[in-house]
């Protein structure tokens, strides 16, 4: 059961699912309802609201209708959706996915979408845990398949038929936005259900289980020679030093070759500032990623000039233990590896790609880069990722896109991607951490004008600086505020 309460399924059977269903009462044809008569309808074919609630006008977040619903498009799913319908509607939907191995139906993750008007739609991704890192119930088949890819299609389709019921006409606009695995979610449905939204951003995307690899061989590498936070930050302001980084961040960080031998202690010399031969080759592995036998990543590469942020998602220091458990990997065990005796924590570039083969990640990945029946009917897709991720790889994006663009070149007019120096995972970092990718699509879809540029800003700071679409990097013009998107280019 959710920690808010919402949908309490505990014992629920299937059968007792779909009697409830076929006992909710439907409204009367062309009639429009008032927020409290919602509850209890009937949604969709296979839906129910279980409540709906007029929530006042607070701290910046306008009145609307809240409702809370399930979906059982199967025997055996249970998706959990939440609807925020705002009293001053602009007339467009904002859909948003979850992260880590969570769905995510909260208030605050509603908030800014509700502040600009829109009829906001989430979900608890098909299972009513709220841990990022847990993921025991993917022993459920069906809700492996709606968190991999049908809890945000059946939100959306819901989402849009509770619209039509309640403010009496159809959106204009159907959006999605997603970060992480909702980066991941936001690329399914580009790929599977391209009717479902007329413009899509996807930041740092879990699109593949090489993150989960990436994070158990990251783990592997500092293991017998560990670095503690002080000396991750020791090593930053040596890349940043030799690479450029005057702004506490570097502006595009594959462009540094540093190598850690340069601050690598000689013989009898105090480690107090310098690092030892064994750390440096564990630096070097980490910068350099590590190759499955079939060419593609076992463990993405990790950027430099990102170094200080990196215990946030590896197990760096000396005895530190995982708290991701390997980015949920440890749960997945059964599925990836069925009876064979794996040891996760040694996992070897050659079970990564046993592990890839398997059902679940044909199930789960969001790796198909041919969107052009999404991009055929005029859908945007908006890529955006941090360069200091020690997450999910900004090249693993990068890559994406590359494929997307290779594989169907009618599409990649479609299709922008964003890179957001200094920033780590979804936000954070010193860099610019909050791109404005909905503005930027909301003028793509309906004005027509393609991305030239994104702001970003700081989430605590004066930056204001433009992001350009990739491979183009901004660049101070010499004159002018140097927080004024207006003197930079894009070259």
């Given at each position: 059961?959710?920690?808010s309460?919402?949908?309490a399924?505990?014992?629920?059977g299937?059968?007792?699912?779909?009697c409830l269903?076929?006992?909710?009462?439907?409204?009367?044809?062309?009639?429009?309802?008032g927020?409290?008569a919602?509850?209890?309808?009937?949604?969709?074919?296979?839906?129910?609201i279980e409540?709906?609630?007029t929530?006042?006008a607070?701290?910046?977040?306008?009145?609307?209708?809240?409702?809370?619903a399930w979906?059982?498009?199967v025997?055996?799913?249970?998706?959990?959706v939440v609807y925020?319908?705002p009293?001053?509607?602009?007339?467009?939907i904002?859909g948003?996915?979850?992260?880590?191995?969570?769905g995510?139906?909260?208030?605050?993750?509603?908030?800014?979408?509700?502040?600009r008007?829109?009829a906001?739609?989430q979900?608890?991704?098909?299972?009513?845990?709220?841990s990022?890192w847990d993921?025991?119930w993917?022993?459920?088949?069906?809700?492996?398949?709606?968190?991999?890819?049908r809890?945000?299609?059946?939100?959306?389709?819901a989402?849009?038929q509770?619209?039509?019921l309640?403010?009496?006409?159809e959106?204009?606009?159907?959006y999605?936005q997603?970060?992480s695995?909702?980066g991941r979610?936001?690329?399914m449905e580009?790929q599977?259900?391209?009717t479902d939204y007329?413009?899509?951003?996807?930041?740092?995307?879990?699109?593949?289980?090489q993150v989960?690899?990436?994070?158990?061989?990251?783990n592997?590498?500092?293991?017998g020679?560990g670095?503690?936070?002080?000396?991750?930050?020791?090593?930053?302001a040596?890349?940043?030093?030799?690479?450029?980084g005057t702004?506490?961040?570097?502006?595009?960080p594959?462009k540094?070759s540093w190598?850690?031998?340069v601050i690598?202690c000689?013989?009898g010399?105090?480690?107090?500032?310098?690092?030892?031969?064994?750390?440096?080759v564990?630096m070097?592995?980490?910068?350099a990623?590590i190759?499955a036998?079939d060419?593609t990543?076992?463990?993405f590469?990790?950027?430099?000039?990102?170094e200080a942020?990196?215990?946030?998602?590896i197990?760096?220091a000396p005895?530190?233990?995982?708290?991701?458990?390997?980015g949920?990997m440890?749960?997945?065990k059964p599925?990836?590896?069925?009876n064979a005796?794996i040891?996760?924590?040694?996992?070897t570039?050659q079970?990564v790609?046993v592990?890839?083969s398997s059902?679940?990640a044909k199930t789960?990945?969001a790796t198909n880069?041919?969107?052009?029946a999404?991009a055929?009917?005029g859908g945007?897709?908006i890529?955006?990722?941090?360069?200091?991720d020690?997450?999910?790889?900004?090249?693993g994006?990068?890559?994406y896109?590359?494929?997307?663009?290779k594989?169907s070149?009618?599409?990649a007019g479609n299709?922008r991607l964003?890179m957001?120096?200094g920033?780590e995972h979804?936000?954070?970092?010193?860099?610019l951490?909050?791109p404005?990718?909905?503005?930027?699509?909301?003028q793509?879809?309906?004005q027509?004008?393609?991305p030239?540029?994104?702001v970003a800003?700081?989430d605590?700071g004066?930056?204001r600086?433009?992001l350009?679409p990739?491979p183009?990097e901004?660049?101070?013009?010499?004159?002018?505020?140097?927080?004024?998107p207006?003197?930079?280019?894009?070259?």
């Amino acid at each position: 059961m959710r920690k808010s309460g919402f949908i309490a399924r505990a014992g629920m059977g299937t059968a007792l699912s779909m009697c409830l269903l076929a006992a909710a009462p439907a409204l009367a044809q062309g009639a429009k309802p008032g927020c409290e008569a919602l509850a209890g309808t009937a949604l969709g074919d296979h839906g129910k609201i279980e409540s709906s609630v007029t929530v006042a006008a607070k701290d910046g977040t306008p009145s609307y209708c809240e409702v809370k619903a399930w979906l059982t498009p199967v025997a055996g799913s249970h998706i959990g959706v939440v609807y925020r319908l705002p009293d001053q509607w602009n007339g467009k939907i904002l859909g948003s996915g979850g992260g880590g191995w969570a769905g995510n139906v909260t208030l605050m993750a509603a908030q800014p979408g509700l502040a600009r008007g829109y009829a906001t739609a989430q979900t608890d991704g098909g299972h009513p845990g709220t841990s990022v890192w847990d993921n025991e119930w993917v022993a459920s088949p069906e809700a492996v398949k709606d968190f991999s890819y049908r809890a945000i299609h059946e939100m959306t389709v819901a989402s849009k038929q509770l619209v039509r019921l309640y403010y009496g006409r159809e959106q204009a606009h159907t959006y999605y936005q997603g970060c992480s695995t909702g980066g991941r979610m936001g690329l399914m449905e580009a790929q599977r259900f391209p009717t479902d939204y007329d413009g899509i951003i996807a930041g740092a995307p879990v699109y593949s289980l090489q993150v989960q690899t990436s994070s158990l061989l990251r783990n592997k590498m500092f293991a017998g020679s560990g670095l503690t936070n002080e000396q991750l930050a020791f090593v930053q302001a040596a890349v940043l030093s030799a690479c450029g980084g005057t702004q506490g961040y570097l502006n595009n960080p594959r462009k540094c070759s540093w190598d850690p031998k340069v601050i690598t202690c000689k013989a009898g010399a105090s480690a107090g500032g310098c690092i030892t031969p064994e750390q440096a080759v564990a630096m070097r592995t980490a910068y350099a990623g590590i190759r499955a036998p079939d060419g593609t990543w076992a463990a993405f590469p990790l950027m430099r000039g990102g170094e200080a942020g990196w215990s946030r998602f590896i197990a760096t220091a000396p005895g530190a233990k995982d708290v991701t458990r390997g980015g949920g990997m440890l749960g997945l065990k059964p599925l990836l590896f069925a009876n064979a005796d794996i040891d996760l924590v040694n996992l070897t570039p050659q079970e990564v790609m046993v592990a890839r083969s398997s059902e679940f990640a044909k199930t789960y990945e969001a790796t198909n880069p041919d969107i052009s029946a999404f991009a055929g009917r005029g859908g945007k897709l908006i890529l955006w990722h941090g360069e200091s991720d020690p997450g999910p790889s900004p090249i693993g994006t990068i890559e994406y896109y590359q494929a997307v663009t290779k594989a169907s070149p009618a599409a990649a007019g479609n299709v922008r991607l964003f890179m957001a120096p200094g920033t780590e995972h979804c936000g954070g970092g010193p860099g610019l951490n909050r791109p404005d990718t909905l503005t930027a699509l909301e003028q793509w879809v309906e004005q027509g004008q393609a991305p030239a540029m994104v702001v970003a800003t700081h989430d605590s700071g004066p930056i204001r600086r433009p992001l350009c679409p990739f491979p183009a990097e901004a660049s101070y013009s010499g004159t002018g505020d140097v927080n004024d998107p207006k003197a930079y280019r894009c070259s």
